[in-house]
Nanobody, 120 residues
Framework: QVQLVESGGGLVQAGGSLRLSCAAS????????MGWYRQAPGRQRELVAR???????DYADSVKGRFTISRDNAKNMVYLQMNSLKVEDTAVYYC??????????????WGQGTQVTVSS
């Protein structure tokens, strides 16, 4: 079993900052891509940012220049630093990881989500 647990969400005023963390644990041999997605009410889940095992990053246009994704491979963690937050960033944020298990089988896992609410 593999678990992804997010933390760091909350309520913040527009222009403020939050840092999300996601810890992966369990039956892990290695982790390939890790990423953050978000889903606002009535909308589809969308990619926010992703990072490869070699630290190449990719961002949604809507967050470029404001959000930064990073990872700590030794701790199996991924982070999302969110600055200059806007009301439209309000959503549930989900961590995602491509995990190679000890058996060498690969699966993608999701965290349970953490709410980010940005007030005007």
């Amino acid at each position: 079993q593999v678990q992804l647990v997010e933390s760091g969400g909350g309520l913040v005023q527009a222009g403020g900052s939050l840092r999300l963390s996601c810890a992966a644990s369990g039956d892990i041999f290695s982790i390939n891509n890790m990423g953050w997605y978000r889903q606002a009410p009535g909308r589809q889940r969308e990619l926010v940012a992703r990072i490869t095992s070699s630290n190449n990053t990719d961002y949604a246009d809507s967050v470029k220049g404001r959000f930064t994704i990073s990872r700590d491979n030794a701790k199996n963690m991924v982070y999302l630093q969110m600055n200059s937050l806007k009301v439209e960033d309000t959503a549930v944020y989900y961590c995602n990881a491509g995990v190679v298990r000890l058996s060498r089988s690969s699966f993608r896992y999701w965290g349970q989500g953490t709410q980010v609410t940005v007030s005007s």
